[in-house]
């Protein structure tokens, strides 16, 4: 018997002895050729197959072939997610809804209101100054939102979960004059739920126009002034219609603070919200920087009266 030498990668195979692939029985899944062939896609270095140092033939579930689908699966996990928590969200939202009260009877509760604080009602038509001045600092997107401002409430959120505050609150005017009209003195999650509910409503109910009046009749400005036409006489001794642009942003700054930032009494507190308020209207394009300067530049002369003795 002739000494044969190493089989070479590339050689084919010896012949067994006694082997003929043409009687020989197949195994099983096997239906033409030769079985015993070494033509696995595993040992072949042409399309679908590896090379030379790639897995082997225990191989088959490599990772390159699993990614893929796992990548599938939770793109279709996170789509289902997505579409529960939006039909859950929306169910929740419809029972919210429901469940608030009407609005129908907002004119009524501001009346009540100004005549417990003894002010006429319906107080004047917001002028212009004013409504730009507050829309400015309290709700830019007063003007295109349905009552909530998504972008406001999701930063709040934000920097709710980060612990980080927020320089700006979430609440829209609807909800501030839901706040005064439905839940005064009300604090908490539930209430602020209540508020956002009430502030849709009242916008699909009242228009801007309507909305920017009932809030500055029952609006606080301090000092003891309640609503527009008060805190203008009292303030500045002039009616809602004459306020320049100065004592309009002294007036739109005081709803958040109207104690603190009290001109009369705290007179730093109240230029300080002036000039916030003025950087606002910059900010919105409203006015520019010059006037903004400029209107700061007038200072304020406050009278610090009884705010009945103008004429309305």
Known sequence: MTARGPVWEGDPAPPRPGYDPQTAPLPYGTTSGDPYQQTAPYLDDGPGGYGPGDYGPDDWDRPRRRRPRRARRLLRWLVALLVAVVLLGGAAFGLLYVATPSVQNAPALARAMDRAHHVRYPGPRVPALFAESLVATE????????????????????????????????????????????????????????????GIKLDRTYSKAQILRMYADVAYFGHGYYGLAAASCGYFGTVAAALTLPEAATLAGLVQGPSADDPIAHYARGRAREAHVLGRLVSTGKITAAQSARAYAQGLQLVGGTGQACAR
């Open 139 to 198: 709700d830019h997107r007063f003007y295109s939102e349905p009552g909530i401002d998504v972008f406001a409430v999701a930063r709040v959120a934000a920097a709710t979960l980060t612990g980080h505050g927020a320089e700006q609150g979430g609440a829209t005017l609807y909800q501030q004059l839901a706040k005064m009209l439905y839940t005064p003195g009300g604090s908490g999650v539930p209430t602020e739920v209540e508020q956002v509910m009430l």
